[in-house]
């Protein structure tokens, strides 16, 4: 689609696509597909003699993320539903939490750390001032 091979979609309308010439320039992506129909034919389809009724209560949505957020919205939320939303913000606060406890764990070693730093360097003899000679090499 994007290298424009096909002139099908190209235009807003079939006037605009025959007044750019479109149709005359381009390949019918219909005509293509219906070449190669087993290509594109599910395997997996079994008709249903029987009116399909799709239940769309709204805790029976589901956000496929992958698919509708796949361009990366920098507000996500957006279109996420309360529940999803409810959930979001659980798991935030569930590795906030985890953090946050893993950073007052890792304090608590350097305050221990430095602490015996501390007492290792006050009960330390002090060692006298050392002598460097000049330099006399010129």
């Known amino acids: 689609m994007l290298s424009c091979h096909y002139g099908t979609f190209l235009a807003n309308c079939e006037g605009e696509a025959k007044q750019y010439g479109f ?23 079994v008709p249903h003699p029987e009116v399909l009724k799709p239940l769309v209560s709204m805790e ?3 956000l496929w993320k992958s698919f509708y957020l796949r361009q990366g ?15 979001q ?12 406890r893993q950073l007052r764990d890792r304090v608590a070693e350097l305050e ?4 015996l730093l501390r007492d290792a360097a006050s009960s330390a003899p002090e060692s006298p001032p050392i002598d460097i000679p000049a330099d006399t090499s010129e």
């Open 23 to 45: 149709p005359e320039r381009t390949v019918s992506l219909w005509s293509q597909l219906n070449r190669h129909l087993d290509l594109y034919r599910n395997v997996f389809y």
């Open 112 to 115: 221990k750390e430095l602490q």
């Open 60 to 62: 029976n949505i589901t």
């Open 89 to 100: 913000l659980k798991q935030d606060l569930d590795r906030m939490s985890e953090a946050n």
């Open 73 to 87: 919205s920098k507000d996500q939320s957006l279109f996420m539903t309360p529940a999803h939303k409810g959930m």
